[in-house]
């Protein structure tokens, strides 16, 4: 089963819409719950890295009978340095986007404990990629 979503950056509002809806098709699927909010808070935080810092997004994500596998892209700055981008605290969000209770730096190390397997693709000026992948069961 395949589900994407666009994302539109700035729009906070809309910020969580696709980690909802993945959330409630696993339900359905029967996938056990601490697998499910391990990949919602992947894919949320990924979605709001979207929403915080590009342009626009889209998130694609792709369900199989052991794993769900997600690709976020987005149009924006790009991440310069991805190591000092996956230490918890650094941030490059804006005062703005700080000042609605996001931006922490928080964003990446939380994607990477909870996803299963992780890889960042970014060119500077020109958008990020996000690979996750969740396993139902521990391979």
């Not at 509002?13 to 909010?37: D, Q, T, Y």
């Not at 694609?60 to 596998?69: C, F, G, I, L, M």
Request: no cysteine; glycine share 10%.
């Amino acid at each position: 089963m395949k589900l994407n979503f666009q994302v539109e950056g700035g729009n906070f509002a809309k910020a969580g819409v696709a980690s909802s809806e993945v959330k409630k098709v696993l339900k359905k699927l029967g996938v056990p719950p601490m697998v499910i909010r391990r990949i919602v808070v992947a894919l949320y935080e990924a979605e709001v890295n979207i929403v915080a810092h590009a342009q626009q997004g889209i998130i694609s994500v792709d369900v199989r009978h052991d794993k769900v596998e997600i690709e976020l892209r987005d149009k924006g700055p790009g991440i310069g340095d991805i190591s000092q981008a996956m230490q918890e605290g650094f941030s490059t969000a804006s005062e703005e986007v700080r000042a609605m209770g996001f931006g922490a730096g928080m964003g990446l190390p939380n994607i990477k404990k909870n996803a299963d397997e992780l890889n960042i693709e970014s060119k500077v000026g020109e958008g990020t990629t996000v690979h996750i992948t969740n396993y139902f069961a521990k391979p």
